[in-house]
């Protein structure tokens, strides 16, 4: 017989033409997936149902009661709030996802979903209130990136563009202007667009406007200017024979 599940716990799969959250956990056992068996010839409909009820399209952000997560929630923003004593965090993480163990083709897919989903769903939960004080007096401090939100920008390796030699977590990579990719294009960490089909402008705005990466050559700091001075020194030099 058929295995029912709540639907909070369940979610839209390659059957309603979700590709992206299929490929996100192709490699994930227990997933539950809604069935299209009692759509009948209003699927639409159907789907608006499941909708409602909470089936997601897109991964959940669940909180976590682990005391060792919560421990290491609590040392994760001591240095962002004004206090050493944090009394609560709450630790916020994508529903069965390992951002940093993630492949080409599973990156691609959650950042895809990200950017269409960031305003109806995940930019709400892309924050969380730390409780901290100094000794008697709490004080409460807003904005303070979520753990899953900090993997996102720390761990997760988007497509890069073939000429590109390294490749560098989301937060630090670059989508440059055309002035910029002409003249130091070939030494910077460059996410391949093109990689994202027909979602690649939604993508592109949401890693301009939301994950803030750079794209002009005025926004490099010296120290990365004196690297990539370097990088060419090195190029440029002829090999010796020995």
């Given at each position: 017989g058929k295995k029912w599940t709540e639907?909070?716990?369940?979610?839209?799969?390659?059957?309603?033409?979700n590709e992206a959250l299929r490929s996100?956990?192709?490699?994930?056992?227990?997933?539950?997936?809604?069935q299209k068996d009692f759509a009948g010839d209003d699927t639409e409909k159907y789907r608006q149902v499941l909708d409602w009820l909470g089936v997601a399209d897109c991964p959940r952000v669940l909180r976590t009661d682990d005391r060792d997560a919560i421990e290491a929630e609590k040392c994760r923003?001591?240095?962002?709030?004004?206090y050493n004593i944090v009394i609560r965090a709450d630790v916020l993480a994508l529903d069965r996802v390992n951002?940093?163990?993630l492949s080409h083709v599973e990156s691609k897919s959650l950042l895809i979903l990200l950017s269409q989903k960031w305003n109806s769903y995940y930019e709400s939960k892309s924050t969380i209130c730390v409780e901290h004080t100094p000794r008697r007096r709490r004080y409460y401090t807003g904005s303070i990136p979520a753990a899953w939100w900090d993997n996102v920008k720390s761990k997760c390796i988007p497509p890069m563009k073939k000429n590109s030699s390294i490749h560098p977590p989301l937060k630090d990579c670059w989508l440059p202007d055309r002035q910029t990719e002409r003249a130091v294009g070939d030494l910077l960490p460059i996410i391949d667009l093109d990689a994202f089909g027909n979602d690649k402008e939604v993508v592109r705005r949401w890693l301009v406007d939301v994950v803030r990466l750079r794209t002009q050559a005025e926004q490099l700091t010296t120290e990365e200017w004196k690297g990539l001075l370097l990088s060419l020194i090195h190029i440029s030099e002829p090999t010796r024979p020995y």
């Open positions: 639907a909070n716990r369940v979610y839209f799969g390659r059957e309603w033409g996100i956990y192709a490699r994930i056992k227990g997933i539950a997936w809604a923003v001591r240095p962002l709030v004004s951002v940093g163990n």
